[in-house]
């Protein structure tokens, strides 16, 4: 019997046939790489910027588009359908529909999480999102109305953040929403916790007027007393709760009848009425977080001409935002550290030196000094007002708090919570977030298919680089208004970034190559390759490529960042 001749074993993918000579483009190279162990395998990984985002934004994605990797698509024409400002914003809204809000007040902790910390300076990822959100807004961009309705109805209790955020996605999935609130505007403390000079109203109006447009409904001047109304009498499906923390915490202090007394929250609130309130000439805040920032920069704004924080703690104990902090400084604002109140009269305040015992925790001195003040303003906390629960089966109060489980409904079926209400972190990227994913498990109860988080990769950390080759790029900053004109108007303080500062921003300093058996290293921009242009790029190290199986070192793995 004869034997067979063997044939030579062929190759289960060619990535280049016979007669080819053009490579293809890089981005084909790179998700086509999977087809052979000859090829680089791609790896997805969380960039560290998006996964500190409690708004769960793409920031990979919305970069990517503002550097020019990612291109708009094309329209039946041959022309991009759109420009790529507009594309990165749709991009950015799917989770967050304030860009431009958030890129004015949220606190960063996308920059603060960024790889290019450990280089020299974050990326500014906030001021991109600043000039994308304020693009849209001049050229009235819109999002588009849902065509297909559920026939379902959610009721979202509180207008603030939180719940904006949820009526925006609940909309855009095809539920009907309606949004009750007790003000006659919507914003929540977006407008009636935060002053103008840092979320100018025009900007507020029109990214909310946005979320209107889809066809949500706006209930004003409603105060809702229980919360399962909704359910029982008015035929809603689902209910979100997302009251915020309105009602300022208070402290006893010994007073004169004639002391002047307010609270930060009650202050902010105030401004937005027709009457600014009169505080006299000198203005004492007690408290360390952003609202006693606010409350104190306002005061001054107001022709107070000495503004003083007093806090109890050290500087390094301060709740408040280091930007804050230093924009008040630079306007005069005083800062009295390690020092409480201990009685108030009319024009006066008695303060109490602190010092700190052993644990580091403040401790009273018996050395007392006195001030002079006009008005004490209290900024020592929130809460919110949880009087819509009495009475309501199976929700649950931990320390002025709603429980609630991970798909964000309490003990009570169809009743939802987020915000303010449950324990986090209360600040307007934390409630946009929290308003997503209550949107995505109401959308699954209501469908009977419970919301499930897609696994999530892990996180490029910059250990796993070798970065020996980088150029350094300092950060692109926005102007801001000169300190005679912030100290006695309510202007806008922080300016955004022009179309080329914000292209600059968004780019990567180059290109990450992986050879075989080592670890990760970043090509220079001098290297030529086709998919780097002649910019001078910043880096947010967001994706890499991973050598599978060993091959000629003639063929590496290039992936853009």
Known sequence: METPTAQPAQPTFRRYKDGDAKPLPWQQEIFDADHSHKCPTYIQSTPPCQGSCPSGEDIRGYLNIVRGIEKPPMGADGKPSMPWQEYAWRRLTEANPFPSVMGRVCPAPCETGCNRNEVEDHVGINSVEHFLGDYANANKLAYRVPQVSTGKKVAVIGGGPAGLSCAYQLRRMGHAVTIFDEHEHLGGMMRYGIPGFRTPRDVLDAEIQRILDLGVTFEPDTTVKRADTPLTDEGFDAVFLAVGAHVGR????????????????????????????????????????????????????????????VYRRTRERMPAHDFEVQEAEEEGILLRWLETITQADEGRIVVEKMELD???????????????????????????????????????????????????????????????????????????????????????????????????????????????YYADAPRAEGEQLEIVRRTSSFDEVQHGLTEDNALFEARGLGVFVFLPGERTFRAPLHLGLPMLEEHRHRNAYVTYLHLAHAFPTTNRGISAV
């Open 250 to 309: 208070r402290a006893y202090i010994p007073a004169g009848e004639s002391a002047r007394i307010l609270d930060a929250v009650g202050l902010l609130h105030d401004m937005e009425g027709a009457e600014p309130p009169q505080l006299g000439r000198r203005v004492v805040v007690y408290g360390g977080g952003n609202t006693a920032i606010d409350a104190a920069r306002t005061a001054k704004r107001l022709g107070a001409e000495e503004a003083v924080i």
């Open 358 to 468: 052993e644990t580091g925790f403040p401790q009273p001195t018996g050395e007392t000094e006195e001030l002079e003040a006009d008005t004490v303003i209290l900024a020592l906390g929130q809460d919110a007002d949880l009087s819509l629960l009495e009475g309501v089966a199976g929700i649950e109060v931990q320390d002025g708090v709603v429980q609630v489980g991970e798909d964000m409904q309490t003990g009570h079926p169809g009743i939802f919570a987020g915000g303010d209400m449950v324990p986090a972190e209360r600040t307007v990227t934390v409630g946009i977030g929290h308003g997503k994913q209550a949107a995505r498990c109401i959308d699954g109860w209501l469908r009977g298919e419970p919301f499930e988080h897609a696994p999530r990769p892990p996180l490029a950390t910059f250990d796993g680089l070798n970065t020996w």
